[in-house]
């Protein structure tokens, strides 16, 4: 279910209904309660003095305030416009939530991790149609990125930028390498993964600006098994040892820091620019342990 249409109908529905009552329904509704107030001041005025309402002030206000109230079904639409507004544009426009739901990004972020995704850091898209309107600036080697799944577009992924356009990606016996130069890597403590009950080899992987944390499970395997058929399949090799790729314009090479538990680009081929919906820079919450609170890398 696309959340965001949902919003935009929303948004349209309930701002229709606000439009309707500020220039029709409410300015009825004002001339209803001033001509109901303007009654009971006649009546006042016919039973005299000595049979008034004592407390004509307040029953003025409320014969006033029941006139002025909005319709159960205006209430229920016009009344949370703003507030789904205000949702839609900084959910469109500023800052996305969303939640971990696998072990591909481990170490750096773990099922149940709810991050934030920077909306406008390469350049502002349309909601829905997801088009660029504004420039921003470029993806680099190492931003984690959400985007939409090419094989469906319904589905998010979050991955880490490895390969941008025009670059050589190797990924040979479990050694990375860019454009013919390794990526260079310090062994840390080994790493136990839950998900798995068992421990993986950690390190710190260097690609330029940043580091961050992979894993790589000995027992497996380094060659790609069941890659599928993909747009700019061609643009790669597959080996006994992995795969070699060159990225191809407008796209980039994805990979999951967890690297023998993430489907990626080895998988099922490159991301248009087009998919991407933005960066990842933020877990602002995890039930299971508070301290995951913060920003990563």
């Known amino acids: 279910m696309n959340f965001a249409l949902i919003l935009f109908v929303l948004v349209i529905l309930t ?13 009825q509704r004002r001339r209803a309660a001033d001509a109901a107030v303007a009654e009971f001041d006649r009546q006042q005025q016919r039973v005299g003095e000595r049979f008034a309402d004592e407390n004509a002030p307040q029953t003025r206000a409320r014969i006033r305030d029941d006139k002025l109230r909005q319709p159960w079904w205006l209430e229920y639409t016009a009344s949370f416009f703003p507030v789904i507004l205000v949702v839609f544009l900084v959910r469109s426009f500023v800052v996305e939530p969303f939640k971990i739901p696998s072990g591909s990004m481990v170490p750096t972020l773990l099922v149940g991790d709810f991050i934030l995704v920077n909306k406008f850091d390469y350049g502002l898209r349309l909601p829905i149609t997801n088009t660029k309107v504004t420039q921003g600036r470029p993806l680099e080697r190492g931003d984690v990125v959400v985007f ?20 050589v ?3 040979q016996g ?7 130069k390794p990526v260079p890597e310090t062994s ?16 710190e992987e260097d690609l330029g600006d940043r580091k961050n944390a992979i894993l790589n499970n000995p027992a497996v395997p380094p060659f790609v098994v069941g890659a ?13 040892e992995g795969v070699i790729c060159k990225v191809p314009p407008g796209n980039y090479f994805m990979m999951g820091d967890n690297r ?5 680009s080895r998988y099922w081929g490159f991301v248009p620019d ?4 933005g960066r990842a820079f933020f877990i602002w919450m995890n039930f299971s342990s508070l301290k995951r609170i913060g920003s990563f890398h």
Do not use: H, M
Request: proline share 6%.
């Open 148 to 167: 939409r799944y090419p094989k469906d577009e319904s589905v998010d992924y979050i991955k880490r930028v490895i390969g941008l356009p025009g670059d």
């Open 169 to 171: 990606v190797a990924y």
């Open 260 to 264: 023998d538990n993430s489907a990626d």
């Open 188 to 203: 840390l403590p080994d790493y136990f993964d839950e998900e798995r009950i068992g421990y993986a080899k950690q390190f």
């Open 15 to 27: 701002g229709i209904a606000w439009v309707a009552d500020k220039l029709v329904f409410q300015p």
């Open 228 to 240: 599928d058929d993909y747009p700019f399949r061609d643009n790669c090799q597959y080996n006994s």
């Open 274 to 277: 087009n998919n991407i919906v």
């Open 174 to 180: 479990k050694k990375l390498t860019i454009n013919g």
